[in-house]
């Protein structure tokens, strides 16, 4: 009978302890919050458009509007805000209320990073400056060659001096004139292709630029991507006409008709050295029928044009040329 009380009593230690540990837990004191954060921002292009929600142009210069909203005071901290873009005005910023932490009579706003006091109140300030113009570019050292990638840049960082721990930034992507002309290009060549009634060849040939064109933008070579690209016809009704098989036998003819002549005219050369320069005239003429053929026919069969060419070519060394 002991022994079963002496369990009971156990049983309910435990409980209690448990229920005892559990409730410490939610009685944890909270994190405190963050002394500052960037309340709102608007980033405007310099013609005045609104490009929050968009993107930036390296190069391009822009307005940043933001609201530094200070929850506590913090005697012995200082908040910074700095910013990497370049300096277009006198000075970076502009203090549009009155902030007890911003000492106007002190404070230097003509440099990209600005120390104030930690008092509450909200701070509301407007920047200017342009992104780099290679701010997208790499340099391939030993090439005179630029690779080009979208970046974001850290328009405006806010930190918790002296130690300068980031509290919040303001981030934006960034593209250059090179990357907007290969997106621009690849939708307009993607669009024909989702409408082109062209032959399924030629349409497996565009897809597969494509996406070549795409290995090449994700590693860089941006601008020999979109070269790449324009191959592709600009409308369906410039992609080649597929010859039919019935069309291709007047090729077929004049090939073996050439053949022919080509054979009677290295036997003529043999026969009739006395007579050479006009032997030599004859062949010149015939290869330029074989070259002006070969171009038609390497829209048909490339390995047919190769072979031409290489008629041709043996034509112009018998005639001397």
Do not use: C
Not at 114 to 133: C, M, N, R
């Amino acid at each position: 009978m002991k022994q079963k009380r002496f369990l009971t009593i156990l049983t309910l230690i435990s409980i209690v302890a448990i229920l005892s540990g559990t409730t410490t837990v939610y009685a944890q004191t909270p994190t405190p919050p963050t002394p500052a954060v960037i309340d709102t921002y608007t980033i405007k292009n310099i013609d005045g458009s609104d490009v929050t929600e968009d993107y930036l142009m390296a190069g391009d210069t822009y307005e940043i509007s933001l609201e530094v909203n200070v929850g506590v005071d913090l005697g012995n901290n200082t908040l910074i805000l700095s910013t990497p873009l370049g300096k277009v005005e006198d000075v970076y910023w502009h203090l549009e209320n009155d902030y007890p932490g911003i000492n106007t009579e002190t404070w230097q706003p003509g440099q990209s990073a600005i120390e104030f006091a930690v008092l509450e109140g909200i701070a509301q300030l407007t920047i200017t400056g342009f992104v780099p113009s290679d701010y997208t570019w790499t340099e391939i050292e030993g090439y005179s060659y630029v690779l080009h990638a979208i970046r974001d840049v850290p328009l405006i960082k806010l930190s918790l001096g002296p130690e300068g721990t980031e509290l919040d930034r303001i981030s934006m992507e960034v593209k250059d004139q090179a990357i907007i002309a290969y997106e621009q290009t690849l939708i307009e060549k993607d669009a024909l292709l989702k409408t082109t009634d062209a032959d399924p060849k030629y349409e497996k040939l565009a897809t597969d630029i494509i996406a070549h064109a795409q290995i090449m933008y994700v590693k860089g070579y941006v601008e020999d991507a979109t070269k790449l690209l324009n191959t592709i016809p600009d409308s369906s009704a410039d992609f080649p006409v597929p010859v039919e098989e019935k069309t291709f036998l007047p090729y077929l003819i004049g090939i073996i008709a050439l053949a022919v002549l080509l054979i009677i005219f290295i036997a003529l050369l043999f026969k009739a050295r006395a007579n050479s320069s006009f032997i030599r005239q004859q062949v010149d003429e015939e290869a330029g029928r074989l070259d002006v053929l070969s171009i038609r026919v390497s829209k048909i069969d490339k390995q047919l044009a190769r072979d031409l060419e290489q008629v041709k070519e043996q034509l112009e060394r018998i005639s001397g040329r």
